[in-house]
């Protein structure tokens, strides 16, 4: 992949912009641990969360969406089926969508068979961790739950290969952040370690790319904005404890200073 | 409908010490989203929450329960049914009872159907924006999945009219509030913009409403406390951020000043 | 039970360590109130959650898990199959595993049925407060949905007797904590009462107690250790409010004092 693009950003104003003008309706069918972090993150950036489950309703969702986000993290036989539905609708209405495959891998089998009828209705987004972008690439990984424990670097052929297959983007975030659509791929440091220790921000960031991607010339760019912008504000947070980290991050992600 | 009474409110230290005194026990069937943040605001204010779902206990619960709250967010096959059984064991026990029928309309007809059904056992109070007591009422609405883009204003005599067709209290939030049995109508003013960015902020004033009729002689009265609390505690809160702004909304309920 | 040995916390240091260096992998099957303050507290004392819930792969994650918890706080049929599943498979696997059955007792049956299958599966810890105990060893308990109120020091006999039965530990928590093993038993005084009016804490401690007995040769020890955090860090959080309190009880637990 030595003939792949390298991209840093430097402009957010104009994505960050799009999403407080546009507020987006962004419909999350995600795991029941993070509903309510993620749909506050949504608002905190501008944007309006949905998060209805029903097969009878799911679809309907979709029409009105301006994106979704599918995570499978705590998947059921109840939720699986809405989630195959949403995708479907998606596919067919051509609405943005990101896949969360949360612990895909060797030793959890129904979620990986799950992720796998998922990838066939197109994402235009996978966000993962390394283990699971190994994975979900049909490779070797090493996880435990839905901690993954390989790195991103390790993996990034991986990433570029699957976007290349499924002719899609994958952004796959640790401590070190790569946006790839298998040609051009963004890397993004940064970040704080208290990132991982405040459960659902790598869910939340999955609807923020969702919000992101909605309505956009450029998802790519779009995509990797919105990881920037996760890991800035992870950066700028108080971090005098995990309670207080986890709201000083809303709070950094609904004041964010565009300007930078 | 000019004949309507007007009401502003003036006192509510008895109704918030009544909660104080009785601690009564608000069973809740709500959304997946706020669970959390409303059984926390219900033990802010002084009252006890129960949240058990499965059809085989919910008549239970409501046996125990002083009052109790259906939120229709995320509704499921799962899940209706126990919301049916609820509502009809409520109306058979007389325990009052709060509907939230979150985002009612012509977009989805699922839960648009199953809040019709719930409403035939008689809720004591609708608790909803304009879009949705609009679309309950029959009427065209504007709305974008859970967040309504019509005005209470324009839906007062909307509301009105489905007090009185229901024999029921409608307290429709908004830019102002409107409490009405259909005839004597509460107006509230105040509150702010950022309750409207933090998940979880109406559908908690529904539990609170719940909390607030348990055991009260004069329910209207008691809805249009309520939501005086929840304006006044949003009033109050800080606003640095969207994180700091919800934690001090439970702080500024948990310690409100009784003597207003 | 004159003959019951009496023990006090005395150094929590080892315990704490423990989880740090080794990084449990709790496995949780709680309810859905719960699920994100469980999850953040468990990353908060250095320990990793995993929350999966479907049938299909509940087995799966015992096996990679380093314990287990199971909450019935909102059981439904649709997770009961999943939580006798895992209980199976953690005896099967010798996984230590918690129990806290929520609100059992004459009341709500579904679940009290369901509590008592799961004891069959030889939980190593039953984590509730004293209404709960008491109606697991089959004696009268005075409780409203999910809050007791009987007081432990009045249960202590059949904790101890509800432990000798099982073969298990008891830790049952309240004004004062009792720890007991049928023999030996910790008693723990301390706490705040803001400890009871912040939803989740009960159950949260349930998981902490989970993350203490994972890989421990000392079970009794540790999940009394567990106890004894979670008093402390209440009695050390701000109190200006309940919201701030859960934040910053978050804030002590992960930023705990190991000197003590």
């Given at each position: 992949m030595s003939a792949a693009k390298?991209?840093?950003?430097?402009?957010?104003?104009?994505?960050?912009?799009?999403?407080?003008?546009?507020?987006?309706?962004?419909?999350?069918?995600?795991?029941?641990?993070?509903?309510?972090?993620?749909?506050?993150?949504?608002?905190?950036?501008?944007?309006?969360?949905?998060?209805?489950?029903?097969?009878?309703?799911?679809a309907e969702f979709v029409n009105i969406a301006d994106s979704l986000l599918i995570n499978i993290g705590t998947i059921h036989s109840n939720t699986a089926q809405s989630m195959l539905l949403a995708a479907a609708k998606a596919q067919q209405t051509q609405t943005p969508w990101?896949?969360?495959?949360?612990?895909?891998?060797?030793?959890?089998?129904?979620?990986?068979?799950?992720?796998?009828?998922?990838?066939?209705?197109?994402?235009?987004?996978?966000?993962?961790?390394?283990?699971?972008?190994?994975?979900?690439?049909?490779?070797?990984?090493?996880?435990?739950?839905?901690?993954?424990?390989?790195?991103?670097?390790?993996?990034?052929?991986?990433?570029?290969?699957?976007?290349?297959?499924?002719?899609?983007?994958?952004?796959?975030?640790?401590?070190?952040?790569?946006?790839?659509?298998?040609?051009?791929?963004?890397?993004?440091t940064g970040g704080d370690i208290a990132l991982t220790k405040v459960t659902g921000t790598g869910c939340s960031l999955s609807a923020m790319v969702a919000a992101f991607i909605a309505n956009s010339p450029d998802p790519l760019s779009a995509s990797a904005c919105a990881c920037f912008m996760m890991k800035k504000a992870g950066e700028l947070a108080n971090k005098q404890g995990l309670g207080t980290f986890s709201i000083s991050l809303l709070d950094q992600l609904s004041t964010f200073n565009s300007s930078l």
């Open positions: 390298s991209f840093q950003i430097t402009q957010t104003t104009p994505f960050i912009n799009h999403i407080k003008q546009q507020r987006p309706l962004v419909h999350c069918i995600t795991n029941d641990v993070v509903q309510n972090f993620t749909a506050n993150i949504l608002l905190a950036i501008g944007a309006s969360p949905a998060m209805g489950i029903a097969e009878q309703e799911v990101v896949l969360d495959p949360v612990a895909v891998g060797a030793a959890l089998n129904y979620r990986t068979e799950i992720a796998y009828q998922l990838l066939s209705f197109n994402p235009t987004v996978i966000r993962g961790n390394a283990s699971e972008i190994l994975a979900l690439n049909g490779q070797k990984s090493f996880s435990k739950g839905p901690d993954g424990q390989d790195t991103t670097q390790s993996a990034l052929n991986a990433a570029q290969e699957l976007a290349q297959k499924y002719q899609t983007i994958v952004a796959m975030t640790g401590d070190v952040d790569y946006i790839t659509n298998g040609n051009s791929t963004y890397s993004i």
